[in-house]
T-cell receptor, first 111, second 113 residues
């Protein structure tokens, strides 16, 4: 069953623009993670934010978490064509529970 | 370190057959999880193995099974294949149970005809 729901389902932007993807989830979490998937291949871990954190940065990525609204956002700044991929949020409810993924946002960055 | 490897990468089977997929985790990783990805259902957790024991199982029928060997390599088996089993099967490893970063392999794409 899906825990996270990403919004929008698809996003198309020009190179150099910023891309924002949102994720909403249903139950309390231990942490929330974002992954990238290129063309139906394996997933690559991007960033993890814990339930007691509000914001994290990693290079051009900025993630925010609002536990009161059960939502997170991923911002990719100055996007590049190579950022074209599907982006998934995944939640971990407690220490020994598996990742539960949303359905993803498909990002297209046009050069 | 070499990444997570999965074999085979592509597979075509017919309904009723069975299939075995293999996953070799990153050296030193003891936890292996399997996920099924389909356009309709998205990414769904199948099961997790740690120290050769299944520690958690997703909501899949008993036709889906797996095992882990002493070297942490894992296999999953699907018996009596159905058309709906066509999917990308992803394996992920981590040093310990549900460590924060899961390292995914490239996946095995299974087509059931």
């Amino acid at each position: 069953s899906q825990q996270g729901e990403e919004d929008p389902q698809a996003l198309s932007i020009q190179e150099g623009e910023n891309a924002t993807m949102n994720c909403s989830y249903k139950t309390s979490i231990n942490n929330l993670q974002w992954y990238r998937q290129n063309s139906g291949r394996g997933l690559v871990h991007l960033i993890l934010i814990r339930s007691n954190e509000r914001e994290k940065h990693s290079g051009r990525l900025r993630v925010t978490l609002d536990t009161s609204k059960k939502s997170s956002s991923l911002l990719i700044t100055a996007s590049r064509a190579a950022d074209t991929a599907s982006y998934f949020c995944a939640t971990v409810s407690s220490g020994n529970t598996p990742l539960v993924f949303g359905k993803g946002t498909r990002l297209s960055v046009i050069a | 370190k070499a990444g997570v490897t999965q074999t085979p990468r592509y597979l075509i089977k017919t309904r009723g057959q069975q299939v075995t997929l293999s996953c070799s985790p990153i050296s030193g990783h003891r936890s292996v999880s399997w996920y099924q990805q389909t356009p309709g259902q998205g990414l769904q957790f199948l099961f997790e193995y740690f120290s050769e024991t299944q520690r958690n199982k997703g909501n899949f029928p008993g036709r889906f099974s797996g095992r882990q060997f002493s070297n942490s390599r894992s296999e999953m088996n699907v018996s009596t294949l159905e058309l709906g089993d066509s999917a990308l099967y992803l394996c992920a490893s981590s040093p310990d149970r549900y460590q924060e970063t899961q390292y995914f392999g490239p996946g095995t794409r299974l087509l059931v005809l």
